[in-house]
């Protein structure tokens, strides 16, 4: 018996020691930026559509508007760069792809707070909804990032 529990206890022992060494090999959460958001900004060039311009900064001005903070953190605005939109690619031209720069920039000083570049891919079967599935993703992405709260449209 006393064999037994030795045996249990050192493969107790071995099997927490490797899933401690799992958890190392595991990615990164990525990393939330706790800023005061006060503006958002959304520029593009002349092949992106209206519409998903407007709808990312509607959705970003809303979410700022509905975030609240208890204390002081500094305060930013959001440059919002589309550098590649398409749509209808892949084979069944069902999806859609923006390639997205964002820059926070402090309000006091104008310098550089953060800076980053993503990619979002949406799919779906009308294609006059491609620009609005993006901007959608887009401002999902960017509330994840600096914790916004969801607002209601």
Known sequence: MLLFRLRFFLVLIVSLAVAGCVSALLPERPKRFYYDVRAVTVLAGPRVPVSLIEGIERRMQASVEATTRADLPPRVILTVRIKRFDSGIGLNHRLNEAEVEVKATYVENGSD??????????????????AESLAEAVAARLRSLFSLKSARL
């Open 113 to 130: 707070a953060a800076e980053g570049d993503f990619k979002v891919q949406t799919e779906t079967l009308d294609p006059a909804l491609a």
